[in-house]
């Protein structure tokens, strides 16, 4: 490729049709744009949410040469939606896409971090994400004969789990593609819960969050939006996930479950009728992000390449520098590291979501906190 590499730092609302023609042709060119993340569209309902989006649209010689749509927080630039978003990347020609490090340096923050970039990279952990897809001939069912075949013994436990969760409870049953406001909001308030008894942070504490999620699924379109499944035994929800979709795709989200109920794996549960029925309805491919929960082995056949990365300026974020320091004095040098990798996730996680300065501090040290405790307890479980 020939000639420097440039930016325009843009307002995603003044994206011109033309340039979202091309966004969307490039988009549908390339199989690892696929994902509903990639969608002009997930850009333009995030930016009306999110606080301080833009879009940097890279040229080569005067030419559009790809899209990357952004947040601020601060001086940070994180990829448009984070926390939430799973996948980002520079949307280009195919093979073309200027490398991460690039898109770093033209951006230029005092701080830039991904956790699911799709794309060139030279630098950071690289990951995997996991998806199954459906054959066209012969659909779920042949799908889950060959899921059944190699892994037997949890299958046939999971349909032990319907079948005693019925009895116990009353018929089981699941809808999907539901966009009731009122059953969103149980789902944030079930998982507002769950992050409280997990000790992480509560990313529907601040407002945007819950807005982007409601103003996702309340978009009216044939090949993109947000829709929620739901378990219910006895007429009793047990199990619900927010989802997003576009085209073929279609991603799994937000989980929830009753605690309770967790011996019925009714998580589970709902997530196998939901390919069934997701299915027949024309999606092939159903995605569960990246990350290696166990779980994942037994239903996913596909898998794509990401990079988690952080390009920093000088010292760590003031609001976490001396306190962390402290902490992993008293953690040990045997523990340090692991403290360090979990206060950098939960930063990124803080810093997209709090949109001042003074909630990113209370969040991080909440974080800290945290992060030491479950240092401390390993440590001791190992001793």
């Given amino acids: 490729m020939s000639g420097a590499l440039t930016v325009d730092n843009r307002d995603v609302a003044g994206l011109t049709a033309e340039e979202r023609a091309q966004w969307s042709a490039w988009a549908a060119d390339d199989p690892d744009l696929a994902s509903p993340y990639f969608r002009v569209e997930f850009a333009e309902i995030t930016a009306r949410v999110s606080p301080d989006c833009a879009v940097a649209v890279f040229r080569r010689d005067g030419d559009v040469v ?81 899921r059944r075949q190699a892994f037997g013994k949890y299958f046939k436990d999971k349909e032990r789990a319907r079948r005693s969760m019925a ?44 807005d982007l999620l409601h103003a996702l699924m309340a978009h009216e379109q044939a090949d993109f939006g947000a829709s929620m499944a739901v378990l219910r035994a006895g007429g009793q929800i047990a199990a619900m996930e927010y989802s997003l979709h576009a085209g073929r795709r279609f991603h799994f989200w937000f ?14 549960l709902l997530s196998m ?10 999606y092939r491919d159903f995605d569960y992000g990246f990350g290696g929960e166990a779980y994942k082995r037994y239903f996913c056949d596909t898998v794509q390449p990401v990079t988690e990365a952080a390009f920093l300026g000088p010292g760590l974020p003031s609001a976490i520098g001396a306190a962390t320091d402290a902490l992993l004095s008293m953690a040990g040098a045997d523990r340090a590291e692991e403290i360090r990798n979990s206060l950098r996730r939960r930063w990124n996680v803080i810093e997209a979501c709090e949109v001042t300065g003074v909630d990113r501090f209370k969040g991080a040290a909440l974080a800290a906190r945290a992060a030491f405790a479950k240092a401390m307890n390993r440590t001791a479980a190992a001793s």
Avoid at 89 to 118: K, M, Q
């Fill in 273 to 282: 009728e939901t390919i069934r029925l997701g299915a027949e309805q024309g």
């Fill in 66 to 146: 790809g899209y990357f749509p952004y947040q601020k927080r601060g001086g940070a630039i994180q990829p448009i939606g984070a926390p939430m978003n799973d996948y980002h990347g520079v949307i280009a020609p195919r093979g073309e896409a200027p490398t991460l490090a690039e898109v770093a340096r033209l951006l230029d923050g005092r701080r830039f971090s991904v956790n699911g970039w799709v794309g060139a990279s030279t630098r950071g952990i690289r990951s995997e994400s996991f998806r199954t897809t459906i054959p066209d001939n012969g659909g779920y069912d042949a799908w889950y004969a060959a």
């Fill in 167 to 210: 009895v116990e409870f009353g018929s089981v049953d699941v809808q999907i593609g539901l966009r009731d406001p009122a059953l969103l909001d149980e789902l944030i308030a079930l998982k507002r819960e769950q992050y409280r008894r997990t000790g992480r942070h509560d990313i529907f504490a601040c407002s945007w969050t819950g």
């Fill in 255 to 268: 989980p929830a479950y009753v605690p309770s109920l967790a011996r019925c794996s009714p998580g589970i």
